[in-house]
């Protein structure tokens, strides 16, 4: 394994051959590190502290609705795709954030309506009461240019028939479910807060702060009449929204810029909520893990020199381990790394004659959505399909398309800067990278599947197995983010891997879909569950008002 980040005395195919084995993961390796994950979900499950945090989302589940600030009596069944209504939500995850009108049809379909603002560096890296103004102007532009949405609840949440949905009693203020993509230990349906920045987002004086409050400040400073009612992670989200439509879903899971999973977990299993009101009820509720922050101890995952160098100069060091190795917002940096080795080896380059750009020069100066295009150029697919049946294209051809990608995002004058063994070599290097993204993308799934009991890793049935969870029926899991969605093969590897860590058969009924938007659907059940959440305790406050005062 080479030791710098530069490589001296080797041939080209030496130094590939070196990197091909930094990056290539076996069988044993990802059943090691699944087996490992486990291990940390079941810290996070028992006590607080951990990197996996395995925060408890008080909100709907596929057997049972636990709401940890309720009476243990509001229990409810999850969403099925019959719910209809229209709700305000707000997303902020990357490097947008949206408004959206969310209209849920009760035929497992539903329609948004949105708009789209950029969320520049100064926002993401400032004051945090900067950022959040700057949400509380978008949301008010929205309504300004839309008008303000009639935000309508079904006839059987109703008292009299449809109306508009007002929560606490307050019919001035509009109901807003906010989508928030950043680690929150959340307390309440509509509390959370910030335990660390993901992302590239670094605003300052925000962690250990409420978020909803920090939103709710903002709209009351600037006289916005507007009402945060539910706090949502987009992974969680994924797992409603995808619910929603496919009539079930087991774990959320998202694979873009980030990376996390949501699940259903059972109570009992959730040990650090010890005695209190929701342990108490049993049932199941759902896991936002973080596995972000999987393994930050770097013990287990295989690091190469190109991550060590990216972790070091990231704005988190020591930090979200996992999801430098797997998500979008990092891949393109590894890479970039990888390349640059290759350009600096010594005594002779090994790329690009030792030339490099203004763009390879620069950190993040390689996006992950250039390796997309990379794939799709050597697979003739998408823009580079030829649309004509049959046509055998030659190797050389398929990597001058790569090289012409290379030309137009890399910051090379022309063609002839790069040769297609040049293209070949960078072709390579980015299928490494984003395989054992892949492959380890497939840990985390298989690990889940493991925890609830809908499969077993591996070589561990040797004696008399126990039966599975749900065996024989299909295993719902929804996915969003832009790696699983547009990067070609992504899923495939990914399953593939999953057979190998639990078995053909149980991979076989996974079934994998989009989650289709799931931070705006997801967050317009979150302000469904808000409702439900409000008309229950205005229900109790009228026949108990002891109980209710302790709800």
């Known amino acids: 394994m080479a030791h710098t980040s530069a490589f001296y005395s080797q041939s080209q195919q030496d130094v590939l051959n070196t990197i091909r084995a930094q990056f290539t993961l076996s069988e044993d390796t990802l059943l090691d590190l699944t087996k490992t994950f486990l291990r940390e979900a079941a810290q996070g499950l028992a006590s607080y502290g951990h990197s996996m945090a395995m925060m408890y989302v008080p909100i709907t589940c596929p057997i049972k609705l636990v709401l940890k600030d309720l009476s243990p009596t509001f229990v ?53 009461t900067t950022l959040f103004d700057y949400l509380a102007d978008s949301v008010d532009a929205f309504l300004t240019d839309s008008g303000s949405p009639s935000i309508v609840i079904p006839p059987s949440l109703a008292q009299n028939g449809p109306a508009v949905l007002q929560i606490n009693s307050d019919p001035s203020h509009i109901p807003l479910a906010l989508t928030f993509s950043f680690p929150v230990e959340q307390t309440a349906l509509d509390s959370g807060t910030l335990l660390t920045w993901t992302k590239g987002f670094s605003a300052k004086n925000a962690i250990g702060k409420d978020v909803i409050k920090l939103l709710q400040d903002a709209f009351d400073r600037k006289h916005i009449h507007v009402k945060c009612v539910a706090l949502v992670n987009d992974t969680v989200g994924a797992l409603l929204s995808r619910a929603y439509t496919s009539g079930g879903c087991v774990l959320g899971a998202i694979f873009g810029t980030g990376t996390n999973g949501a699940y259903v977990e059972e109570m009992a299993n959730i040990t650090k909520l010890g005695n209190g009101p929701a342990a108490a009820e049993g049932g199941y509720m759902i896991v936002n893990t973080e596995w972000g922050g999987f393994d930050n101890t770097r013990t287990a995952l295989p690091s190469t020199p190109y991550d060590n160098k990216l972790d070091r ?239």
Not at 100 to 110: D, I, Q, R
Not at 350 to 366: H, I, V
Not at 443 to 456: N, Y
Request: net charge neutral.
């Open 313 to 551: 100069e990231s704005i988190n060091p020591r930090f979200q381990a996992f999801e430098k190795f797997i998500s979008g917002m990092y891949l393109g940096e590894i890479a970039r790394n990888v390349i640059l080795s290759l350009i600096d080896a010594s005594p002779r380059s090994l790329l690009f004659g030792g030339n490099c750009t203004p763009s390879l020069n620069k950190q993040w100066g390689l996006d992950t959505a250039v390796l997309s295009e990379i794939e799709e150029a050597w697979q003739g697919i998408g823009r580079f399909a030829s649309g004509q049946a049959g046509i055998v294209v030659s190797d050389g051809d398929r990597l001058d398309r790569v090289r012409g990608v290379m030309v137009q995002h890399l910051g090379f004058a022309n063609a002839s800067e790069v040769s297609l063994a040049d293209a070949d070599v960078v072709r390579q290097v980015c299928g490494l990278v984003v395989t054992r993204a892949a492959r380890l993308s497939a840990c985390a799934v298989a690990a889940i599947l493991v925890q609830t009991g809908r499969a077993r890793c591996a070589g561990s049935d040797t004696v008399a197995p126990a039966s599975l969870r749900d065996e024989g029926r299909r295993i719902g899991v929804g996915v969003d983010g832009s790696l699983i969605e547009f990067y070609p093969r992504f899923e495939s590897i990914l399953r593939e891997t999953l057979r190998a860590l639990i078995g053909s058969e149980v991979e076989s009924r996974v079934d994998i879909g989009l989650a289709k938007d799931g931070s705006g659907a997801g967050a317009a059940l979150c302000a469904l569950v808000a409702h439900k959440q409000s008309v229950a305790k205005q229900a109790l406050a009228k026949s108990d008002p002891y109980l209710s005062s302790l709800s």
């Open 76 to 128: 409810k069944s999850v969403p099925d795709g019959s719910e209809t209504g229209t709700f305000l939500a707000l997303d902020l995850g990357g490097t947008n954030l949206r408004v959206c009108e969310v209209t849920l049809h009760g035929n497992k379909s539903f329609t948004v309506r949105q708009q789209k603002y950029k969320v520049s560096e100064t926002l993401k890296t400032g004051e945090v």
